[in-house]
Nanobody, 112 residues
Framework: QVQLVESGGGLVEPGGSLRLSCVASGFTFSSNDMRWYRQAPGKERELVATITSAGGSTSYAGSVKGRFTISRDNAKNTVYLQMNSLKPEDTAVYYC?????WGQGTQVTVSS
């Protein structure tokens, strides 16, 4: 069965960095685009970043462009989200997604 397991969230001060990881199993990871989403309290889930199957193309929400970087290691079935210059408004639960499948999410809190 498909599994997506996120990790790497936590509490960080404004301006800090975190790297999220999502380990995938149950499908051919290297043949599929992957996405990171986030959901802040009281808000709808939003798409943060997308990466194509071989990692050759990426795209970002305007609110994170220039601060976040999505990448992948197909040998490890893992997709990453490097988040730099974090802001309080980045506080959310972050999810990775493939097709209709979602991970359980990892909490990111940006606060001093």
């Amino acid at each position: 069965q498909v599994q997506l397991v996120e990790s790497g969230g936590g509490l960080v001060e404004p301006g800090g960095s975190l790297r999220l990881s999502c380990v995938a199993s149950g499908f051919t990871f290297s043949s599929n685009d992957m996405r990171w989403y986030r959901q802040a309290p009281g808000k709808e889930r939003e798409l943060v970043a997308t990466i194509t199957s071989a990692g050759g193309s990426t795209s970002y929400a305007g609110s994170v462009k220039g601060r976040f970087t999505i990448s992948r290691d197909n040998a490890k079935n893992t997709v990453y989200l490097q988040m730099n210059s974090l802001k309080p408004e980045d506080t959310a639960v972050y999810y990775c997604r493939w097709y209709v499948y979602w991970g359980q999410g990892t909490q990111v809190t940006v606060s001093s």
